[in-house]
């Protein structure tokens, strides 16, 4: 089992840039079918964001932050990164990332809250 650490949120103002990074360790990201980020805000339910396939690199993103939102990785560091640019105030949210080997999302790291302000 792997453990995920993510960090990277904060506050910023709409328009503004964030990185995300969740960071591995028991377990390396390549044996691992893919990594995801999703979100939560207060009173809604979690939902997917971004995910990276590990064997093809391939992405794929939620409608609500195409082209805004670029899930990356680095294998050195074991680290999966999301950079978030063009912040809105509805992308406020706790983000996850995940750990899927391939039936599902098994592994969670702690969160990280996101806040953006209008």
């Known amino acids: 089992q792997v453990q995920l650490v993510d960090a990277g949120g904060g506050l910023v103002q709409a328009g503004g840039s964030l990185r995300l990074s969740c960071a591995a360790s028991?377990?390396?990201?390549?044996?691992?079918?893919?990594m995801a980020w999703f979100r939560q805000a207060p009173g809604k339910e979690r939902e997917f964001v971004a995910r990276?396939?590990?064997?093809?690199?391939?992405?794929y993103y939620a409608d609500s932050v195409k082209g805004r939102f670029t899930i990356s990785r680095d294998n050195a560091k074991n680290t999966v990164y999301l950079q978030m640019n063009s912040l809105k105030p509805e992308d406020t949210a706790v983000y996850y990332c995940?750990?899927?080997?391939?039936?599902?999302?098994?592994?969670w790291g702690q969160g990280t809250q996101v806040t953006v302000s209008s």
């Open positions: 028991g377990r390396t990201f390549s044996t691992y079918a893919s």
């Open positions: 995940a750990a899927d080997p391939g039936t599902g999302y098994l592994s």
């Open positions: 990276i396939r590990w064997s093809t690199s391939n992405t």
